[in-house]
C-alpha cells in the first residue's frame, strides 16, 4: 500500500513538473502517512464490523430456530386447548344428562315414598277405626319409621303363661285380618316380646326367648289358618325381653313390655329396583 502511494506521488511530482520545497514534501508526506492510519483504521473497523454482523446473523439464526420451536409449541398448546375444550364440553353435557337422570330418579323416589306415607297413614286411620273397641284392653297403633305398629299386649291375647290365644285375642285379630286382607301389597311380621322375669313351672317352655317366639307362632297359625292371611306374607320372631317399651320393673310397665307386636309395612320392590338400576 505505502509503494502505491510513493508512485502515485511520484508521478505527480514528475507530471507537474514543479520543484516542491522540503517543507510542502514533508507536509505531503504527512497526508500521506494519516492516509495510510485511517485506511488501516478504517480496515481493521471494517474486519470489526464483519465479525459483528456475522454475529448477529448468527444470533438472528438463532433466535428464528427459537421463534420456530416456540410456535410449533404454541401451535401444540392450541390443539391441546381446543381438545380439551371439546373434551370438556363433552363430558359437561354427560355430566348434566347423568345430573338429570339422577334427578328424574331422585324424584321418583321421592314420589314412591310420599306414596308408601300416605298409604301406611290411610292404613293406620283403618286399622285404628277396626280396632277402636280393643284400645282400653290393651291395643295401640301407631307409625314408626314409615311402618305401622299393632301393639297388643299380652293379657289381651293370652293367659298367664299361656300360648294358647284367647277369645277376645281372637275377636281382635279377625278385625285385624279384616283390614289386612283388602291390603295384599302390605307384608306382616310378627313379633313377640316378654318382660325380663324367669321363666318358672312352664312346661317345655325354657326361657323368655321361647315364650316370645311360641306367642308370636300361635298368632301367626291363627292369622294364616284361621283368617286365610296369605303365609307368604307373614312372618313370627320372637324378641324375649330384649326390646322393652317401658324401662324398669314396676308391675304395670312389666305388663306394657310383655306383648305382641304385628308390624305392617308396604311392600317397596318399586324402590328396590329403582335404586338397584
Given amino acids: 500500500m505505502n509503494k502505491i502511494l510513493l508512485l502515485l506521488f511520484a508521478v505527480f511530482c514528475l507530471s507537474s513538473c514543479i ?3 522540503t517543507k510542502k514534501y514533508q507536509t505531503l508526506i504527512a497526508e500521506r502517512d494519516s492516509l495510510s492510519a485511517g485506511w488501516s483504521d478504517a480496515n481493521v473497523r471494517i474486519e470489526t464490523l464483519e465479525e459483528e454482523i456475522a454475529r448477529l446473523k448468527g444470533d438472528t439464526s438463532r433466535i428464528n430456530n427459537r421463534m420456530a420451536e416456540l410456535e410449533g409449541k404454541l401451535t ?12 370438556s ?3 359437561i353435557k354427560k355430566l348434566s344428562a347423568d345430573l338429570e337422570r339422577r334427578e328424574a330418579r331422585l324424584k321418583e323416589v321421592e314420589e314412591i315414598l310420599r306414596k308408601r306415607d300416605a298409604a301406611t297413614n290411610a292404613l293406620k286411620e283403618k286399622l285404628q277405626s277396626a280396632l277402636l273397641g280393643f284400645q282400653k284392653s290393651g291395643l295401640a297403633v301407631d307409625i314408626r319409621n314409615g311402618k ?3 301393639s297388643l299386649t299380652d293379657k289381651l291375647l293370652f293367659s298367664s303363661g299361656s300360648i294358647v290365644i284367647d277369645d277376645k285375642g281372637k275377636q ?4 285385624l285380618a279384616k283390614v289386612l286382607k283388602t291390603q295384599p301389597e302390605i ?3 310378627v313379633e313377640g316380646h316378654t318382660d325380663n322375669q324367669r321363666v318358672v313351672n312352664l312346661g317345655q317352655i325354657k326361657d323368655n326367648w321361647d315364650l316370645s317366639v311360641l306367642r308370636a307362632t300361635s298368632v301367626v297359625r291363627y292369622m294364616t289358618d284361621e283368617q286365610r292371611i296369605e ?3 307373614i312372618t313370627a320372631t320372637g324378641k324375649g325381653e330384649f326390646q322393652p317399651v317401658a324401662a324398669g320393673n314396676s308391675a304395670e310397665n312389666r305388663s306394657r313390655n310383655r306383648r305382641i307386636e304385628i308390624v305392617l309395612s308396604p311392600k317397596l320392590d318399586e324402590l328396590y329396583d329403582l335404586i338397584k338400576e
Fill in 187 to 189: 307384608n306382616i311380621s
Fill in 19 to 21: 520543484v516542491m520545497s
Fill in 89 to 91: 364440553s363433552s363430558e
Fill in 172 to 175: 281382635a285379630l279377625a278385625e
Fill in 76 to 87: 401444540g398448546l392450541d390443539a391441546n386447548y381446543a381438545s380439551l375444550r371439546a373434551n
Fill in 231 to 233: 303365609s307368604n306374607r
Fill in 148 to 150: 305401622v305398629y299393632v
